[in-house]
Structures are given as structure tokens and as C-alpha cells.
């Protein structure tokens, strides 16, 4: 157990419908980083934040949001969803802002459903 | 750019083998950190290792040994007398220092180790 946890599991939904995804960081991490893993794009980097603020933005289609509050769980938000939005969706987390000095720690993934 | 090849995209061995996974990864940045993750049929990204690019010292952890070589660019990852439990797909991953802190994966490869 990595100490991340992410809600819910399993999320199905249709076409053009809004979800949001949560996501809990290990206690006394501040850094949430948000992957996205498909079957087409594999596993890509979407965003980051840390301690509330956006740190970092991968390929994260306009569609999607995300925002970290303050007591540090974070909340991704997929909007007018398509077919291809389906994938698994982990959240990870570290101490600080530097992921290079700490390893990222995944959570158990949502994996979301677009019918 | 930023890149991370693995070339195996199956591999199947029998219980007992050696098996060797492939990761050859390209970069500009002269400081980087290369991971290794897997992720069993359960669907988890399980960390494994961390390695600095100015530490070419391999390692060995039980049955799982990582050999890093700066000359060709590559951290391969060995597991020796191979079981069933080490069935998943691995997937190799760099961040490098001026960039952002998420990490780039590679395509993984998909290990099946047969009974």
C-alpha cells in the first residue's frame, strides 16, 4: 500500500458527461502529480500541483482540470467527455516539489469508462 | 528531447530464467534520474528503483539487479531464477533536472513468466 488513495475505483460514464476523480497524497506530501494511462498514448504526464498551486502541465487536454485544495487532496476534473478519455487515471505524490529527490508513490488508479 | 525506449514489448519465460529487460533512454540534460516501475495485473504502479545519472553503480536487490551504462544510454533491469509473482508489465522512466518533475515512460514490457 503506497499510502495514496484514490476514489472511486471504477467510474462509467457516457459520451459528453463531466466526472471527477479524487485523489488523497500520502500524509505530509505536498506534491499530487496526475498520469493518465491509455491504450493509445500509454502512460503521459497530465499535471502537477503543490501545496495548491500548479506547478507543472503535461498533455492535458483544455477539457480537463484540476485543483488541489487545502488539505491537499486533489480533484481531477474531466469534462464533455469522449470515447477516448476511457483510461486509468493515477494519481502520485511526493514530500516536495522536486520529484527527482523523491520517489513518486502511485495510487491504485480510477479507471474510467466512456460508453 | 526527452525519450525512453523499451524495444521488448512481450517477453515470455519459463520459471527459474533470467530474464533481462531492456530500457535505453535519450536526453540533453547532463543531470537525470531514471526509474523503474511495475505494474501487476492488479493494475498498481509498484516503484522499484531510482538512479542517479552520476551513479553508475549497478544494484542488486534479492533477485532483481539494474545495470546502468551512461556509454550506450541504457539501465536495463534484470530479474534471475524468474517466478511467477514477477509476471507484469515494467515500465522504465526518466525525469530530467530542467524540466518538469513528472516522469517520462517508456511503452513498457510486458513480462509473463510461465509455470
Known amino acids: 500500500d503506497s499510502g495514496v488513495t484514490q476514489t472511486p475505483k471504477h467510474l462509467i460514464t457516457a459520451t459528453g458527461q463531466r466526472v471527477t476523480l479524487r485523489c488523497s497524497p500520502r500524509?505530509?506530501?505536498?506534491?499530487v502529480y496526475w498520469y493518465q494511462q491509455s491504450l493509445d498514448q500509454g502512460l503521459q504526464f497530465l499535471i502537477q500541483y503543490y501545496n495548491g498551486e500548479e506547478r507543472a502541465k503535461g498533455n492535458i487536454l483544455e477539457r480537463f482540470s484540476a485543483q488541489q485544495f487545502p488539505d491537499l487532496h486533489s480533484e481531477l476534473n474531466l469534462s464533455s467527455l469522449e470515447l477516448g478519455d476511457s483510461a486509468l487515471y493515477f494519481c502520485?505524490?511526493?514530500?516536495?516539489?522536486?520529484?527527482?529527490?523523491?520517489?513518486?508513490?502511485f495510487g491504485p488508479g480510477t479507471r474510467l469508462t466512456v460508453l | 528531447a526527452q525519450k525512453v525506449t523499451q524495444a521488448q514489448t512481450e517477453i515470455s519465460v519459463v520459471e527459474k530464467e533470467d530474464v533481462t529487460l531492456d530500457c535505453v533512454y535519450e536526453t540533453r540534460d547532463t543531470t537525470y534520474y531514471l526509474f523503474w516501475y511495475k505494474q501487476p495485473p492488479s493494475g498498481e504502479l509498484v516503484f522499484l528503483i531510482r538512479?542517479?545519472?552520476?551513479?553508475?553503480q549497478n544494484e542488486i536487490s534479492g533477485r532483481y539487479s539494474w545495470n546502468f551504462q551512461k556509454s550506450t544510454s541504457s539501465f536495463n533491469f534484470t530479474i534471475t531464477a524468474s517466478q511467477v509473482v514477477d509476471s507484469a508489465v515494467y515500465f522504465c522512466?526518466?525525469?530530467?533536472?530542467?524540466?518538469?518533475?513528472?516522469?517520462?515512460f517508456g511503452t513498457g514490457t510486458r513480462l509473463t513468466v510461465i509455470p
Open positions: 522512466a526518466l525525469i530530467y533536472k530542467t524540466g518538469a518533475n513528472n516522469l517520462f
Open positions: 500524509s505530509g506530501d505536498l506534491s
Open positions: 538512479r542517479n545519472s552520476f551513479d553508475e
Open positions: 502520485a505524490s511526493t514530500p516536495g516539489e522536486g520529484v527527482p529527490y523523491n520517489e513518486q508513490f
